[in-house]
């Protein structure tokens, strides 16, 4: 099956900066890659998405690139804020089968 | 209101004990799966299912059961439950598999096995 590996696990950022989560997958057959973010005490919920035809994609503070070559995928938050602090997870789709990554725990100090 | 629930949400059990956790959707997803979350671990994939009457294993099934007999409900049955099982449980549910479809997490399950 998929092996997503994803760093670092715990990250802190002044409010304003910006945050990088890097997350690799082992299978080339992966074509799909969703981030979610899970609120303390909440359900994830899904906030931005890249295919495999994609490079990059962007929704307002949030971008998401794609390195098809080294299978290798990243979120990017810009100007973040208090509200971003939570755990963000990467995840890639292979067959019916969706693999998350570890998680890694934002907190934006401010 | 569109959602997926999930009961109990909380539960403390015995080693061995039969336990059922219901998972129902209201949006006429064809996909549903359950997911088991540990800290430092994320979430792993327990079982999905694709229609009904149709499912497959996840990464980590050992200990599980699932059906899907209707489509809106995806119950997970842990026949003799073991300590290892303590975890969260998320249910979700999407309109068709995983490529390219938002994955809706129902509320969680707290599961504490003695």
């Known amino acids: 099956g998929e092996n997503v590996e994803q760093h670092p696990s715990t990250l802190s950022v002044q409010e304003g900066d910006s945050a990088v989560i890097k997350c690799t997958y082992s299978d080339s057959a992966s074509n799909y890659f969703p981030w979610y973010k899970q609120e303390l005490g909440k359900r994830p919920q899904l906030i931005i998405d890249?295919?495999?035809?994609?490079g990059e994609k962007k929704d307002q503070r949030i971008a998401v690139t794609l390195n098809k070559t080294a299978k290798h995928f990243s979120l990017h938050i810009t100007e973040t804020q208090p509200e971003d602090s939570a755990v963000y997870f990467c995840?890639?789709?292979?067959?019916?089968?969706?693999?998350f990554g570890s998680g890694t725990r934002l907190q934006v100090q401010p | 209101e569109a959602q997926v629930t999930q009961n109990p949400r909380y539960l403390i059990t015995v080693t061995g004990k039969k336990l059922t956790v219901t998972c129902s959707q209201n949006m006429n997803h064809e996909y549903m799966s359950w997911y088991r979350q540990d800290p430092g671990l994320g979430l792993r994939q327990i079982y999905y299912s694709m229609n009904v009457e149709v499912t497959d294993k996840g990464d980590v099934p050992e200990g599980y059961k699932v059906s899907r007999k209707e489509k809106r409900n995806f119950p997970l049955i842990l026949e003799s439950p073991s300590p290892n099982q303590t975890s969260l449980y998320f249910c979700?549910?999407?309109?068709?598999?995983?490529?390219?479809?938002?994955?809706?997490f129902g509320p969680g399950t707290r599961l504490t096995v003695l």
């Open positions: 995840a890639a789709t292979l067959g019916w089968a969706l693999t």
């Open positions: 979700a549910s999407s309109l068709q598999g995983v490529d390219y479809n938002e994955q809706f």
């Open positions: 890249i295919r495999s035809n994609v």
